[in-house]
């Protein structure tokens, strides 16, 4: 694990901690708050408010420097926050409707979104050949992992749609904020460090959901509120949807921190990493059943993004050297 400027191995290990601890419990109190109130949109704009809170008290506080944009810089994270919008919205929505272990299964094949969105958007990044065949075991594997044994493909369409969709929105916000980010954070005048662009991206992604919450759901909202407290109680609903917020935000933090001092390549390969532990950990905790197939295929799946996280960046690492 290479870190920039001569970061501490200590730093970085805690780093990764906080990041590993911060998305298992989110997964986990998401969970929990998508099964109490069947709102998912609420539950994703509600998570986002979270996230707004704490970085207005970081900002007012004198905690963190208070981002200094133009208009101009706002516009140009505008696309940026729609696409962590519908990512995120995507994951919870996949999540809700569906297993916690089947999202990241599906999630693994992010890889294959950001190929063919490297192609298609310009600049067109053309990744080398093996990056390419690595997709094959991650398609092969999520494939594997939805056959069950002596039923045939077992597939929950929509939460795999809504993970695809979310894969797809992270693969194109990938793709067009590298350039956004990296400008913003060239000019020390503007206050952007990893933490701060994470907090505007938060802050436009929950202006574009809030819209969603309104068509999608507004109708239904006091209904459904009112049953999941009857059933749950108001304090466990709210509880649930708060940690589950809390902890989304914390450990994107987290994990824009420890990108920021060992670069891309390193971050992806932990981020494969990560997935393993949310599959085993909402798999223990919600009862989720990993057959054969499943875990075979998810294992195949994991190891192919594996690959293409190293894969992909080898030509980079080449032209640096040369």
Same mark, same amino acid.
């Given at each position: 694990?290479?870190?920039?400027?001569?970061?501490?191995?200590? /730093?970085?290990?805690? %780093?990764?901690?906080?990041?590993?601890?911060?998305?298992?419990?989110?997964?986990?109190?998401?969970?929990?708050?998508?099964?109490?109130?069947?709102?998912?949109?609420?539950?994703?704009?509600?998570?986002?408010?979270?996230?707004?809170?704490?970085?207005?008290?970081?900002?007012?506080?004198?905690?963190? /420097?208070?981002?200094?944009?133009?208009?101009?810089?706002?516009? $140009? *994270?505008?696309?940026?926050?729609?696409?962590? *919008?519908?990512?995120?919205?995507?994951?919870?929505?996949?999540?809700? &409707?569906?297993? &916690?272990?089947?999202?990241?299964?599906?999630?693994?094949?992010?890889?294959?979104?950001?190929?063919?969105?490297?192609? %298609?958007?310009?600049?067109?990044?053309?990744?080398? !050949?093996?990056?390419?065949?690595?997709?094959?075991?991650?398609?092969?594997?999520?494939?594997?992992? *939805?056959?069950?044994?002596?039923?045939?493909?077992? =597939?929950?369409?929509?939460?795999?749609?809504?993970?695809? =969709?979310?894969?797809?929105?992270?693969?194109?916000?990938?793709?067009?904020?590298?350039?956004?980010?990296?400008?913003? /954070?060239?000019?020390?005048?503007?206050?952007?460090?990893? $933490?701060?662009?994470?907090?505007?991206?938060?802050?436009?992604?929950? !202006?574009?959901?809030?819209?969603?919450?309104?068509?999608?759901?507004?109708?239904?909202?006091?209904?459904?509120?009112?049953?999941?407290?009857?059933?749950?109680?108001?304090? $466990?609903?709210?509880?649930?949807?708060? %940690?589950?917020?809390?902890?989304?935000?914390?450990?994107?933090?987290?994990?824009?921190?420890?990108?920021?001092?060992?670069?891309? &390549?390193?971050?992806?390969?932990?981020?494969?990493?990560?997935?393993?532990?949310?599959?085993?950990?909402?798999?223990?905790?919600?009862?989720?059943?990993?057959?054969?197939?499943?875990?075979?295929?998810?294992?195949?799946?994991? *190891?192919?993004?594996?690959?293409?996280? %190293?894969?992909?960046? /080898?030509?980079?690492?080449?032209?640096?050297?040369?």
């Amino acid at each position: 694990m290479s870190a920039k400027g001569g970061t501490s191995p200590i /730093k970085l290990a805690l %780093l990764v901690f906080a990041w590993y601890a911060g998305n298992t419990l989110y997964n986990v109190y998401n969970k929990k708050a998508t099964n109490m109130i069947h709102a998912h949109w609420f539950v994703a704009c509600a998570q986002l408010v979270v996230g707004m809170v704490w970085s207005a008290v970081m900002w007012m506080t004198g905690l963190r /420097k208070t981002p200094n944009l133009t208009a101009a810089d706002i516009t $140009a *994270c505008v696309p940026i926050g729609l696409c962590a *919008c519908v990512a995120h919205a995507g994951s919870v929505l996949a999540m809700g &409707v569906g297993a &916690v272990s089947f999202a990241q299964i599906v999630k693994a094949c992010e890889p294959v979104f950001a190929a063919v969105v490297g192609l %298609l958007i310009p600049p067109m990044d053309i990744k080398p !050949l093996l990056a390419y065949l690595m997709l094959v075991p991650i398609i092969g594997g999520v494939g594997l992992a *939805c056959v069950k044994e002596g039923k045939g493909v077992d =597939i929950n369409v929509t939460a795999f749609g809504w993970a695809s =969709i979310a894969n797809a929105a992270a693969a194109i916000k990938g793709k067009l904020g590298s350039s956004v980010t990296k400008a913003l /954070k060239g000019d020390k005048s503007k206050n952007m460090d990893s $933490a701060n662009v994470y907090a505007v991206m938060n802050i436009i992604s929950f !202006l574009f959901t809030v819209p969603m919450v309104v068509i999608a759901e507004l109708e239904t909202l006091p209904k459904e509120w009112a049953h999941s407290v009857e059933e749950h109680g108001a304090q $466990a609903v709210i509880t649930n949807i708060a %940690l589950s917020g809390f902890f989304f935000y914390v450990y994107n933090e987290f994990a824009f921190a420890f990108t920021a001092q060992v670069g891309a &390549v390193t971050s992806s390969v932990l981020n494969t990493a990560k997935r393993v532990i949310i599959i085993v950990v909402s798999s223990i905790i919600f009862a989720e059943a990993m057959e054969r197939n499943t875990i075979i295929g998810s294992a195949i799946a994991i *190891c192919g993004t594996f690959g293409y996280s %190293l894969a992909s960046k /080898k030509k980079a690492a080449k032209a640096k050297t040369s």
